[in-house]
């Protein structure tokens, strides 16, 4: 298939990691039901590259309207491409589409947790302790709610977008690089 035979999606994610409570945690954003046939999702804060910015300069507005965080970008993680099914979920006439992804890691530099989205795509953010989430490329899972949404949310745990584990990998390596003795 060439180029033009399909719609492109360029998007950029962060990976913002802190202690809270003694714990360490990254910070997710919970993807609002209405946006997947999966039902809510945890992913990490980011979106799509609106045509007048550039990835990292996309990836810290998303962060401040999905968590109320201003954040600044530390250095560029990696990068993920995935060709979904179609757009309009396999309506008649969907055009393929491919999504290209770049992933951050960021600081949190002031701000107050809460989404500032309104009618967008985010339920709100969390502070969400790594140990619960699954390392791998393909971690799609479930955590536990990480918010007082109710029991059954606490039982049956939320699904985790497959790259909140890739990216966590790609932080965790990097973590593993920097405490290593310069000769």
């Known amino acids: 298939m060439e180029f033009r035979d399909y719609d492109t999606r360029l998007a950029a994610y962060c990976v913002i990691v802190s202690r809270q409570d003694g714990r360490e945690c990254i910070l997710l954003s919970m993807l609002s039901a209405d946006r997947t046939r999966w039902g809510s999702m945890w992913t990490l804060?980011?979106?799509?590259?609106?045509?007048?910015?550039?990835?990292?300069?996309?990836?810290?507005?998303?962060?401040?309207?999905?968590?109320?965080?201003?954040?600044?970008?530390?250095?560029?993680l990696g990068a993920r491409t995935f060709t979904p099914?179609?757009?309009?979920?396999?309506?008649?006439?969907?055009?393929?589409?491919?999504?290209?992804?770049?992933?951050?890691?960021?600081?949190?530099?002031?701000?107050?947790?809460?989404t500032l989205e309104v009618g967008g795509s985010t339920e709100y953010a969390a502070w969400v302790p790594i140990d619960d989430v699954a390392p791998g490329p393909q971690a799609a899972g479930r955590l536990p709610d990480h918010t007082s949404a109710g029991p059954d949310r606490a039982r049956d745990g939320v699904r985790v977008v497959s790259t909140v584990g890739y990216a966590l990998d790609l932080w965790r390596r990097l973590q593993r690089t920097r405490s290593l003795p310069v000769t």
């Open 45 to 76: 804060p980011g979106g799509g590259v609106e045509y007048d910015e550039g990835f990292e300069e996309a990836a810290v507005r998303e962060v401040k309207e999905e968590t109320g965080f201003d954040a600044e970008i530390v250095g560029m």
């Open 85 to 114: 099914q179609r757009r309009g979920d396999g309506e008649p006439g969907g055009r393929p589409f491919k999504s290209a992804a770049v992933i951050f890691e960021a600081v949190v530099t002031g701000g107050t947790l809460g």
